[in-house]
């Protein structure tokens, strides 16, 4: 079965500047996805940024971008420019290539305060 | 659009009184899935479907029940609850490429069983 740590349960930044989240994950599968999702307050999940683990580029989707290393098996979160609405809770998440039901597996979040 | 719709969004319940939480989808989606969330612990999944009449257990899937009569509903039935339920639910769907499509998530129904 696969698995997803966070191992920072809060961060905190100021306004403006660069922030990086962590996540590792385990797994003996070859292809797959992973994602960041944004909870704020709301509870509302946002999908953040998506990463093909077949692809070795990373990916990049405005202030957020992501460290992929595969062979760590490691996935981190990196956003430039923190704005206070970025305030939230972080969840990495894992998904098989080819899943049947669309299954996530989910990491216990990363609580983030971007300070003004 | 309405995208995921999840009823109600706040239930206070009693130890042993059974309650539905309702999800719904307007999407044409063939997956749906429920989830909870629970300080520490992230999202775990509880049961999901992959189509009218067909659905399974995911990690989390004791005190609940589910079925699948149409592609629209997917309802997560607590037949007698425990306060150990309590936590916030999450419905979701998706196509069923199963390319890593995006999920989508309905807002959340918090729930306290006291």
């Known amino acids: 079965a696969q698995t997803v740590t966070q191992s920072q349960p809060e961060m905190s930044v100021q306004e403006a500047e660069t922030v990086t989240l962590s996540c590792t994950y385990d797994?003996?599968?070859?292809?797959?996805?992973l994602f960041w999702y944004k909870q704020p307050p709301s509870r509302q999940m946002i999908l953040v940024i998506r990463?093909?683990?077949?692809?070795?580029q990373n990916a990049t989707e405005n202030r957020f971008s992501v460290n992929f290393q595969k062979a760590a098996k490691s996935f981190s979160l990196k956003i430039s420019d923190s704005q206070l609405g970025d305030t939230a809770m972080y969840f990495c998440?894992?998904?098989?290539?080819?899943?049947?039901?669309?299954?996530?597996?989910f990491g216990a979040g990363t609580i983030l305060r971007v300070k003004s | 659009n309405a995208g995921v719709t999840q009823t109600p969004k706040f239930q206070v319940l009693k130890t042993g009184q059974s309650m539905t939480l309702q999800c719904a989808q307007d999407m044409n989606h063939e997956y749906m899935s429920w989830y909870r969330q629970d300080p520490g612990m992230g999202l775990r999944l509880i049961h999901y479907?992959?189509?009218?009449?067909?659905?399974d257990q995911g990690e989390v899937p004791n005190g609940y029940n589910v079925s699948r009569s149409t592609t629209e509903d997917f309802p997560l039935r607590l037949l007698s609850a425990a306060p150990s339920q309590t936590s916030v639910y999450f419905c979701?769907?998706?196509?069923?490429?199963?390319?890593?499509?995006?999920?989508?998530f309905g807002e959340g129904s918090w729930l306290t069983v006291v």
């Open positions: 998440a894992f998904m098989n290539h080819m899943e049947y039901g669309n299954k996530l597996v």
């Open positions: 479907s992959v189509g009218a009449g067909i659905t």
């Open positions: 797994t003996s599968e070859n292809n797959y996805y």
């Open positions: 979701a769907s998706s196509r069923t490429s199963r390319s890593g499509n995006t999920i989508y």
């Open positions: 990463q093909e683990a077949y692809k070795q």
